[in-house]
C-alpha cells in the first residue's frame, strides 16, 4: 500500500516552515532558566546558553512564538542571526617556495626583539575556518582550540584562511617565520570551509575565549552592518582583558570600514603594500588605529603548503602577534595600554594619519617604560 505524502517524512512543501534562530542578551546576566522554559512553551528550541556573555541562542520554526519573548521581564533584547564573512582575500599562487622570513615580518621588524621575546606562552585564538594543525610551520605552537561548527571534531581547516593567518602569527618552521614564534595557539572555528559564518557563532567563538583565558583574539572578519549583540560580547571581552584585533575591509572605502574592527573596543587594522602606503582594497576611516602588511604576503597553506594572499586579514596577524611579543614582557598590560605602545611606536605613512606597525619600536618603547634596555 502507498503511504499518504501526508505522513511523518514526506510533509507537502506547503507545511514545511523555515528555521529561525534567534539570539537573546539576558538582562544584567540574569539566570537563563525562565528564558528557556519561556523558548520550549512557546515552541522554540534553546540552542546554546553563553554564560560569560549573558546570551541564550534558540531557534524557531516560521515567525510562531517569534516574538512571545519580546517583553519577557528578563530579556533586554534580541536580534535575528545573520550571516558574516571572512574578509574576502585576494588569492594569489600556491607556491613550493617561500622567503624564511616573510616580507611583512621584517617589514615590522619583528625579528629585531626575538632575544628578548618571542611571545612564549602568551595565548592566541584565532576566530577564523579553522588551523590545519598537522603545518610543519604551527604544529609545535598548536595547543587544541574548539570547533564551534560541530563540537565534536576537531577545528581543522578546510578552507585555508584560517591556517593562513596562524602562521603569520606564529610561524616557526626552518622555512617560515611568524612574528612570535613561541605563542600557544589556538583554533576557533567558527567560519565553514566557505569561509562564512553565523553571527551566533561568533558570539559563541569569543565566550569561548573568555572562558579559556586567551589573551590575544585575531579576527580577519567583517560585517557591514552593526549588531548590538556582537558590539556587547566585543566590550565584555575588552572589559576582561582580552585584546581584540580586527580587519577594517577589503572594499577600498574611505570612511567606512567594517565592523567589529569599527567598535572602539578593538584594533581595528587597515593594510599595505611593499612600498609601505596603504594597500588599494584597503578600507581606511573612522576605527583604524594601524596599518600592517597585507599585500601578497606569504604564509601556511592547507596540505603543508604556502600560498600567497592579499587583505586586510593578512594585515591583522601582523598586530596580533606584536601584541604577543609586548604580553610576554608585561602579561599585566590592559588592551587600552597595548593599543597605545602599538599606535605610539609606528612609522608614518605619507599622506595618511594612520602608522605603520613596528614591532622592534613598540617592544622599544614598552622597554623604557620598564627601565630597561632594547636596542
Known amino acids: 500500500m502507498t503511504k499518504p505524502d501526508w505522513l511523518p517524512g514526506t510533509l507537502p512543501m506547503f507545511n514545511r516552515k523555515p528555521r529561525v534562530r534567534k539570539i537573546f542578551h539576558l538582562k544584567g546576566y540574569r539566570s537563563p532558566n525562565h528564558c528557556l522554559r519561556e523558548m ?14 549573558g546570551v541564550v541562542i534558540g531557534e524557531f520554526y516560521g515567525e510562531e512564538g517569534l516574538y512571545s519573548l519580546e517583553g519577557h521581564p528578563d530579556v533586554a533584547y534580541w536580534e535575528v542571526d545573520s550571516r558574516v564573512t571572512i574578509t574576502d582575500p585576494f588569492v594569489g599562487e600556491v607556491s613550493e617556495n617561500t622567503d624564511r622570513l616573510p616580507w611583512g ?198 596540505n603543508g603548503g604556502t600560498r600567497v594572499m592579499s587583505g586586510t586579514s593578512m594585515a591583522v596577524p601582523h598586530v596580533a602577534g606584536t601584541a604577543a611579543l609586548l604580553f610576554y614582557l608585561r602579561p599585566e598590560l590592559t588592551p587600552d595600554q597595548i593599543r597605545k605602545i602599538l599606535m605610539n611606536s609606528t612609522v608614518a605613512i605619507s599622506g595618511t594619519d594612520v602608522g605603520l606597525l613596528q614591532a622592534h619600536h613598540s617592544v622599544q618603547l614598552l622597554a623604557r617604560y620598564m627601565g630597561r634596555y632594547v636596542p
Open 40 to 53: 520550549n512553551r512557546c515552541g522554540g528550541r534553546p540552542l546554546r546558553v553563553l554564560p560569560q556573555l
Open 105 to 302: 615580518v621584517q617589514r615590522i621588524e619583528a625579528h629585531k626583539v626575538w632575544r628578548y621575546t618571542k611571545g612564549r606562552d602568551v595565548n592566541v585564538a584565532v576566530i577564523d575556518t579553522g588551523i590545519a594543525s598537522d603545518h610543519p610551520a604551527v604544529r609545535e605552537n598548536y595547543k587544541g582550540g574548539i570547533n564551534i561548527l560541530s563540537p565534536m571534531f576537531t577545528p581543522y581547516d578546510y578552507n585555508g584562511h584560517g591556517t593562513h593567518v596562524a602562521g603569520t602569527i606564529a610561524g616557526r618552521a626552518e622555512d617560515l617565520l611568524g612574528v612570535a614564534p613561541r605563542v600557544n595557539l589556538f583554533a576557533v572555528k567558527a567560519f565553514n570551509r566557505k569561509g562564512s559564518a553565523n553571527l551566533s557563532d561568533l558570539l559563541s567563538a569569543i565566550n569561548w575565549c573568555i572562558e579559556n583565558k586567551m589573551q590575544v583574539v585575531n579576527m580577519s572578519f567583517g560585517m557591514a552592518r552593526v549588531s548590538d549583540t556582537l558590539e556587547q560580547a566585543i566590550r565584555t571581552a575588552y572589559q576582561k582583558g582580552l585584546v581584540m584585533v580586527a580587519a577594517a575591509g577589503n572594499q577600498g572605502t574611505s570612511g567606512d570600514i567594517d565592523y567589529p574592527a569599527r567598535f572602539s573596543e578593538t584594533i581595528g587594522v587597515t593594510a599595505t603594500d611593499r612600498t609601505g602606503d596603504i594597500a588599494s582594497f584597503s578600507n581606511t576611516g573612522p576605527g583604524v588605529d594601524i596599518a600592517a602588511p597585507g599585500d601578497k604576503v606569504s604564509s601556511c597553506w592547507l
